[in-house]
């Protein structure tokens, strides 16, 4: 299985608004809603930002949304805050019950 | 407050097999809709899944590394382990063991990072 497709940087202004996107196949993105994105820090371990495509678990900011469209998923933040600077990952569920991840976004708020 | 947390070895001469556990405490592994994943994160690099075990048993494993990964689980003890065999600097990595419900990792252990060197 190869690893999704997501941009090696972005970057924003506090106050603004970024997409990170997330490009796979009919196998895994574009086939189920069982998308994943991941905030990590320096040091610390991954946290679950949002889940199913869309969907933030209790405690994260609705400032972090996500959608989907064929075989790309995107993360948008809005409001950019200087603490939303980390590595963004994605990960989805796949055709063979697996599991794969995007290769990482830097996220740089300037 | 489900917690995870990992334990093993964290230095494996190549070619041995590296060997960590999981325990999981604050819930059940037995949880229904759950199954338990490793993964690892070299240093500097991203984030690779490695394979998941439900507690039926049943496993899963990422393609590349299939040959050489054994996950198991222990329910009396509510831990699961990862054995992975016959490794080389690249299998240098922070590895993380996390809750999983179809790729939504929700819960994460704090990572421990094994070298593998002479």
């Known amino acids: 299985q190869s690893a999704l497709t997501q941009p090696a940087s972005v970057s924003g202004s506090p106050g603004q608004s970024i997409t990170i996107s997330c490009t796979g196949t009919?196998?895994?993105?574009?086939?189920?809603?069982?998308v994943s994105w991941y905030q990590q820090h320096p040091g610390k371990a991954p946290k679950l930002m949002i889940y199913?495509?869309?969907n933030r678990p209790s405690g994260v900011s609705n400032r972090f949304s996500g959608s989907k469209s064929g075989n790309t998923a995107s993360l948008t933040i809005s409001g950019l805050q200087a603490e939303d600077e980390a590595n963004y990952y994605c990960?989805?569920?796949?055709?063979?019950?697996?599991?794969?991840f995007g290769g990482g976004t830097k996220l740089t708020v300037l | 407050q489900l917690q995870l947390q990992e334990s093993g070895s964290g230095l494996v001469k190549p070619s041995q097999t590296l060997s960590l556990s999981c325990a999981v405490s604050?819930?059940?592994?037995?949880?229904?809709?759950?199954?338990w994943s490793w993964i690892r994160q070299p240093p500097g690099k991203g984030l690779e899944w490695i394979g998941y075990?439900?507690?039926?048993?049943?496993?899963y494993y990422n393609p590349s590394l299939k040959s050489r990964v054994t996950i198991s689980v222990d329910r009396s003890k509510d831990q699961f382990s990862l054995n992975l065999s016959s490794v080389t600097a690249a299998d240098t990595a922070v590895y993380y063991c996390?809750?999983?419900?179809?790729?939504?990792?929700?819960?994460w252990g704090q990572g421990t990072l094994v070298t593998v060197s002479s």
């Open positions: 996390a809750r999983d419900n179809y790729g939504a990792f929700d819960y």
């Open positions: 604050g819930g059940s592994i037995s949880s229904d809709g759950y199954s």
């Open positions: 075990i439900y507690h039926s048993g049943s496993t």
């Open positions: 009919n196998s895994d993105v574009g086939g189920y809603n069982y």
């Open positions: 199913e495509v869309s």
């Open positions: 990960t989805s569920y796949t055709s063979s019950s697996t599991r794969v």
